[in-house]
């Protein structure tokens, strides 16, 4: 997601700091922008001269202050980790400019939690953006308890100068977007641990019954199924609700490491460079 948002900024003009922990994942995300850039330029959509500009726009950094310490608006794009994001707000707040917004990519955790790690609470905003971010049009624009109209404003504008369709929501446990969203991905996974019907079977409903591109168990894989899991776990901790109690098999799974596309196998197995049904007796 981070490599995503990166490359959109870019490729409006924006010069971008690209931060993550080691040189090896900042090496493989230019290596992604620059596969995506290339589809792009196949298919017309850009020009050599907008590439070698985007490619140009973004310089890495493995250091978070010398990321940051400049910066006009940052966005955080780590893992869906309550305590790891409140502590790189901490951080940022303590390095950032006092005038930058601070913003959040996370697509469930509460953004008045985080902005109350920090100094500037006014200036804490969630930008959740979808994936594939170059593709995607929506971005779900929450406004924390604190968010001021100003910073607000300045988000909504700057998404629709990248080109995105901003929505503005408040500040609950998986906003809209994936309050909807997980819900159904986790009843699918019920539907297959059940029995009822299998992998291509419940997505051939859903993409040919309900016309949905891509099917609710494909879906889960594309996003991650560890990712699935942690916001499932932190809308029914926010909420209460026995409905949002992840599926048993969702739990083993990602126990067992099979967290979709990223980790090779989900529901299907990614490991040949396409996608093949996984025939398991877990799913029984």
């Given amino acids: 997601m981070g490599v995503g948002i990166a490359q959109v900024f870019a490729a409006k003009g924006h010069k971008i700091s690209l931060i993550s922990i080691n040189q090896e994942s900042l090496d493989q995300g230019k290596i992604a922008i620059q596969n995506s850039l290339e589809r792009m330029l196949k298919r017309n959509r850009i020009t050599s001269e907008e590439m070698k500009n985007t490619l140009n726009g973004v310089t890495t950094f ?19 980790n309550v305590d790891l994001k409140l ?32 100094k500037r609470p006014d200036k804490v905003i969630g930008m959740h953006f979808m994936n594939p971010v170059p593709v995607m049009k929506l971005v779900e624009v929450i406004r924390g ?6 910073t607000t404003q300045l988000v909504m504008d700057l998404s629709r100068e990248l080109g995105k369709v901003p929505v503005e929501v408040n500040d609950y446990p998986g ?11 986790n009843e699918a996974m019920y539907t297959l641990w059940e029995g009822v019907g299998g992998v291509a079977e419940i997505d051939t409903v859903m ?16 996003i ?9 776990n932190v809308m029914k901790e926010g909420f209460g609700r026995q409905h949002y109690q992840p599926c048993p098999l969702l739990v083993n799974m990602v126990m067992a490491g099979k967290l979709g596309r990223k980790s090779g196998e989900g529901f299907y197995d990614y490991s040949g460079g396409g996608k093949e049904l996984v025939v398991s007796n877990s799913f029984k």
């Fill in 62 to 80: 493995t250091d978070l202050e010398d990321g940051v310490k400049q910066a006009d608006l940052v966005i955080e794009a780590i893992p869906e």
């Fill in 87 to 118: 502590k790189i707000f901490a951080q940022l707040d303590s390095i950032a400019p006092a005038s930058a917004p601070l913003a959040t990519n996370t697509s469930s955790i509460s953004i008045t939690r985080i902005a109350a790690a920090t």
């Fill in 145 to 150: 308890y604190a968010t001021s109209d100003a």
């Fill in 175 to 185: 906003f809209v977007a994936n309050r909807i969203l997980m819900p159904m991905l």
């Fill in 207 to 222: 993409k040919l019954g309900m016309a949905h591109p891509m099917g609710p168990l494909q879906l889960a894989d594309y």
């Fill in 224 to 232: 991650g199924l560890d990712t699935c899991l942690a916001i499932l």
